[in-house]
């Protein structure tokens, strides 16, 4: 279910290396960003272990508000700290 519209446009992962050699500031945006995802995700495993079915709903759906917020798209109305 997709909560947008949205394109995807493919693109080889070879491309996307020589692209990140020749713009240094692209490689820092795709290295932030894939750190960022990898300790939202870190930090979303620990807590899920520790709830319930309810309370990781609405885990996800606060997480899922934030992130929409953060991309500067309509986001679900819930409070993101």
Same mark, same amino acid.
């Given at each position: 279910m997709a909560l947008e519209d949205s394109e995807?446009?493919?693109i080889h992962f070879? &491309? =996307?290396e020589r692209l990140a #050699?020749?713009?240094p500031s692209l490689q820092?945006?795709?290295n932030r960003a894939l750190?960022?995802?990898i300790v939202r995700d870190h930090e979303m495993l620990l807590m899920m272990? &520790? =709830?319930n079915a309810?309370? #990781?709903m609405a885990a996800f759906l606060l997480d899922l508000s934030c992130r929409m917020a953060n991309r500067a798209?309509?986001?679900l109305p819930l409070c993101c700290a």
């Open positions: 995807v446009c493919p070879s &491309q =996307l #050699r020749e713009l820092r945006n795709l750190s960022l995802e272990g &520790q =709830l309810e309370e #990781r798209t309509p986001a």
